[in-house]
């Protein structure tokens, strides 16, 4: 570096930003912090990280942006005790509307801090906040019910509630990692139609692939390689899709006989599909060794649309440091490269435990 970028970096004031970090990879904060020539202020909550940072556009096009569950610059930070404080919810809501009244926004969003918890107090603090902010803003914002109808690159005002204050920023959601405060949405594993962990993985990326092109439409038919014992197949024909689902192991007895099902018991390596069949999507979630699945997703990619989607499990076995982390994720990414596969985006979901999900279209 230069005596001249090493001034110019020097003079360069430093922006304070919020990352979460999911638990999975907290022993990589470290790395992750260090990867963004950032400096950590303070922990927040049980996954977030209030920092200082010189180049923000890196929790974008960093290693670490992987990492990165969801992402906020701060344009207003209020430390306190939000359950301690008199009228803290009316004083909150008028100094949001100070600052913020006068933006652009489509809308206001609010979060707590620890989603972890289930009966987190908090939660009725931030939507009744939501509520009161609303009262003072425009109308168009008062009627913005759904947070996915959100433009992704339009700005929204997001904020956090805990018990450490009040956080907030103005950032859209493409730019956020996500259309909810905080990253995604929470996906019950309760519902009558769930299998496994499986089929919350594939609705919660679905949720956010909205984040950067449209869902395949209804009746579009899915390639889904080892889905065993169907979590996946599961959610998918729930949400109307055709799926062919193959598999050495059998599927869940409670999904025989459903409606929009090909199921076929076979190695996914010895499957061909019957000549000139097109599917509109493809979705792997293989164990094993990373390339040895990419292999066979390219291969049977052939059978892909123009276009077509692919939805691929980036798992990390044998790899035990952020280096060798980035290191299989740059080999796969090569390899889906030559093979004729482009990167939409690639990142770490609430129910992705140590592994990302790479959401892939095929250009060849």
Known sequence: MTESSTSASASTPATACLIRISKNFEHFADNI?????????????????????????????????????WNLEMNHAWPCRPKKMEDFLEKAAQALFQKFGGRNLQGVFIGILDPSSTHNPYKSLASNLRGRTLQLFTNELATFKDVEEQEP??????????????????????????????????????????????????????HYLKLHQPLPAKGSHWLELGASPGGMTSELLERGYQVTAIDRAPLDERLKGRKGLSFKKADVAS??????????????????????????VVRLSESLIPGGLILFTLKTPGATSFKECNSLYHEAMKSANAGGLEQIACTHLTY???EFTLFLKKTK
Do not use: W
């Open 153 to 206: 690159s339009a700005l929204s005002l997001f904020c956090l509630v805990g018990k450490e204050g009040l956080y907030c920023g103005v950032r859209s959601p493409l730019q956020a990692n996500g259309f909810y405060p905080g990253g995604t949405k929470f996906i019950s594993q309760k519902a009558s139609h769930t299998i496994s962990r499986a089929g919350a993985k594939i609705a919660e990326a679905l």
């Open 352 to 354: 992705n435990r140590h």
């Open 33 to 69: 912090i260090f990867d963004l020539g950032a400096t950590l202020t303070k922990r927040l909550g049980q996954e977030y990280f209030l920092l200082k940072c010189q180049n923000p556009q890196k929790m974008a096009d960093s290693d670490a942006a992987r990492y990165i569950r």
């Open 271 to 296: 499957y061909n599909p019957v000549p000139k069949t097109q599917f509109d999507s493809l979705l792997c979630d293989m164990n094993g060794d990373v390339q040895v699945s990419l292999k066979e």
